[in-house]
């Protein structure tokens, strides 16, 4: 959408998006193999609720 409009600010904008999609995901991933591992909560990801 930067590249359409022109818009300088909009795509710097969609980069830090990016950057903070990339690093929770990453965190995320690292979170879920740590826990498994060391079989309890090392790296929090928040409690699931049942309803």
Same mark, same amino acid.
Do not use: H
């Given at each position: !959408?930067?590249?359409? *409009?022109?818009? !300088? *600010? =909009?795509?710097? /904008? %969609?980069?830090?998006?990016? /950057?903070?999609?990339? =690093?929770? !995901?990453?965190? *995320?991933?690292? %979170?879920?193999?740590?826990?498994?591992?060391?079989?309890?909560?090392? %790296?929090? =990801?928040? !409690?699931?609720?049942?309803?």
């Amino acid at each position: !959408a930067g590249d359409f *409009t022109g818009n !300088a *600010t =909009l795509k710097m /904008i %969609a980069g830090y998006e990016g /950057i903070f999609c990339g =690093l929770s !995901a990453i965190y *995320t991933g690292l %979170a879920q193999v740590m826990n498994e591992v060391f079989g309890r909560q090392v %790296a929090p =990801l928040g !409690a699931v609720v049942q309803k």
